[in-house]
């Protein structure tokens, strides 16, 4: 049996306008929010506009949707872990809507980013049961979660579901992003603590609920290249022995010219600092159990054709394996 497995950050699929805000703020007038919007309220409503940091945030543009839709298509997995979608309605209609209905099987919980960017699964193999991490804390830190989105732990089955294929770790760990009002150098350093923590929560949690023959994933968007210092605990743990399944991906076009160009295919993410060359980094991940790296048979990531990126600044990876 043939089974492809990939991510794909899909960069803030949200539905709605906004984040979080009082409504009774807005009745009296004692909130920054703004918007060209126009709302009506009754004397017993209880809505709530959502905003973050004052700011209301649009819904996905609707173009752009429809290219994240297309690339996923184009790439046809049979299991996708995505990132940054709003909540499992908005994950469940982009499927109807934009997909098609091609996943029958649709998860995702509600974590913890105040932004409200969530991760989720895409499937058409049988999902038997997910679990969230979002309340695992680090020893350095016990007094809050780890993680800012989740981790999110999914069991896949054979079509009859009689049959127990491997569990899929769903990730989005900490970004480089440092707000303009927070000092640079000290909001990359926490970021990085932040990062490092959660790989070794990771790394943690992985071998406390597999065996060494077990077959798993350990994927999504690691915000790190692998090699980084940050994800040594989870890259490098001489127990689960994960294998690196993207070291010589397969592109699905060439990448669009650049100097200097990018040194390897592998790559899913382009940032170009100001004044110097764009960095090519890979940070959406497949690591492999070794049992489930013994039955890799190709690895792949869906090129795009815009430096920008096409719908989403991330690229899509997917490898496949026989089991």
Request: hydrophobic share 35%.
């Amino acid at each position: 049996m043939r089974v492809t497995i990939g991510t794909f950050n899909l960069n803030n699929l949200f539905s709605r306008y906004n984040f979080e805000g009082e409504i009774e703020a807005i009745r009296t007038n004692e909130t920054e929010v703004s918007s060209d919007l126009r709302f009506d309220f009754g004397p017993g409503d209880n809505y709530r506009i959502r905003e973050y940091r004052g700011r209301l945030v649009k819904a996905k543009d609707g173009a752009d949707t429809g290219v994240i839709a297309d690339r996923i298509k184009a790439i046809n997995v049979d299991v996708l872990a995505v990132q940054e979608v709003e909540d499992i309605d908005t994950l469940r209609e982009f499927n109807r809507t934009h997909l098609g209905a091609m996943y029958p099987y649709v998860t995702l919980l509600e974590g913890n980013d105040p932004r409200l960017i969530d991760v989720g699964v895409l499937s058409k193999l049988p999902i038997q049961g997910a679990t969230s991490w979002q309340h695992a804390v680090h020893s350095e830190a016990p007094e809050e979660p780890v993680f800012g989105r989740d981790l999110l732990e999914v069991q896949i089955y054979t079509p009859s579901r009689k049959r127990h294929l491997f569990t899929l770790f769903n990730n989005h760990l900490k970004s480089h992003f440092v707000h303009f009002l927070d000092d640079p150098v000290t909001g990359a350093a926490a970021n990085d603590v932040r990062r490092r923590r959660q790989a070794e929560v990771v790394a943690e949690i992985v071998k406390r609920t597999t065996r060494p023959n077990s077959r798993y994933v350990v994927l999504g968007d690691m915000n790190d290249p692998p090699d980084s210092p940050c994800l040594t605990a989870m890259a490098t743990d001489a127990e689960m022995r994960l294998q690196n399944a993207l070291v010589n991906p397969v592109e699905t076009r060439p990448a669009k010219a650049d100097t200097p160009p990018p040194a390897s295919p592998a790559w899913t993410h382009r940032y170009k600092p100001s004044h110097q060359p764009a960095e090519y980094r890979l940070y959406d991940q497949i690591w492999l159990s070794p049992s489930l790296a013994a039955r890799q048979t190709g690895a792949w990531i869906d090129r795009r054709t815009k430096h920008g990126g096409d719908g989403s600044d991330h690229d899509p990876a997917w490898v496949e394996v026989v089991l």
